[in-house]
């Protein structure tokens, strides 16, 4: 059974810096492209950032210039460094299988972690 693990998370204020982390166990992790997605208070869940196999990066245009997605695939583990945060990006965030790379991105793990709560605040 695979598990994604994600942590890093917290309390901080506008303009500061958090780095979440995302920990797979029981799977080959690094033949898999990866992703940060975030699910804010009554809105749906978005996808952040994504990671390929061979490290290419994409990101929404939100959080362009401001968060990096990058992985070490000898841990089996994902990151997210987000600078400069903002109000906005107040959600729960969660790592799972890139969704714009696998029709059924959810069976790929089979589940999603418990996420990791990141509020920004003053």
Do not use: H
């Amino acid at each position: 059974q695979v598990q994604l693990v994600e942590s890093g998370g917290g309390l901080v204020q506008p303009g500061g810096s958090l780095r979440l982390s995302c920990a797979a166990s029981g799977r080959i992790f690094s033949i898999f492209a990866m992703a940060w997605y975030r699910q804010a208070p009554g809105k749906q869940r978005e996808l952040v950032a994504a990671i390929s196999s061979g490290s290419s990066t994409n990101y929404a245009d939100s959080v362009k210039g401001r968060i990096t997605i990058y992985r070490d695939n000898a841990k089996n583990t994902v990151y997210l460094q987000m600078n400069s945060l903002k109000p906005e990006d107040t959600a729960v965030y969660y790592c799972n299988a890139d969704r714009s790379y696998y029709s059924d991105y959810e069976a790929v793990f089979g589940s999603w972690g418990q996420g990791t709560q990141v509020t920004v605040s003053s």
